[in-house]
């Protein structure tokens, strides 16, 4: 069975996946054994990916297997997820979670084919901004400012670098302004300039794909908060 979940509500997204968890997999053991949970990102293993897919269950009736952010699905791992699909997968019990919800997306479409009734829409009304990442980020909550980040590159129109250029200017501000109000010490500080020159570089010399390399970015960032 496919479930999808579309929309930016992270609360109410969270809610419905533990119910679903909780509906299919109602003991520790079974929690434990036949649920995983995988965040989509360009690096995603390809037969990785398939084997989650095509792995049985050892406790309960049905495994559960949860894809986040699946907005970030490159073209294989796409076309691997319609693939089995379009098989039998009596054994599954696949959630596939995007903030993404455009009814003119190919791969969008045909999972609503495939989900058929299981389809759920959370969204907030709201447009996230890149100073609600930052407050995410502040507040040391990693997980939801990533999901931000994606939104921010999911809604602008301009070229990625473009964008990714804005969003490390928003940083940098946000990070000097976190040292004059005291909330890093000098070492944090000195620290996440490194990370931010890094980004930076890594940006305008095309190191490597420019939103991955703002999201390490706001992963280092956010774990300087934490140390």
Known sequence: MLCLLLGDDRIAKDQKIDALKKKY???LEALSFDYISVQVHQKLDPDGLKKKLLDLPAVAKKRVVLLTMAQKLNDQHKQIIIDFLKTSHDHLILIIDSDQEDSKNAFIKELKYHAQKEIFFFSTGVKKTVW???DAIKA???AEAL????QLFDDVQEAPVASALKIMGALIWA???MKKHRRLSSEQFKKGLLVLQEADLNIK????DVIH????CVIKLSCLLTS
């Open 147 to 150: 999901n931000i980040l994606s």
């Open 205 to 208: 010399r095309t190191r490597m």
């Open 140 to 142: 040391r909550k990693q």
């Open 132 to 134: 609600n990442m930052i």
């Open 175 to 177: 990070w000097g302004d």
């Open 25 to 27: 997999l109602p003991s």
């Open 213 to 216: 390399a703002v999201e390490i």
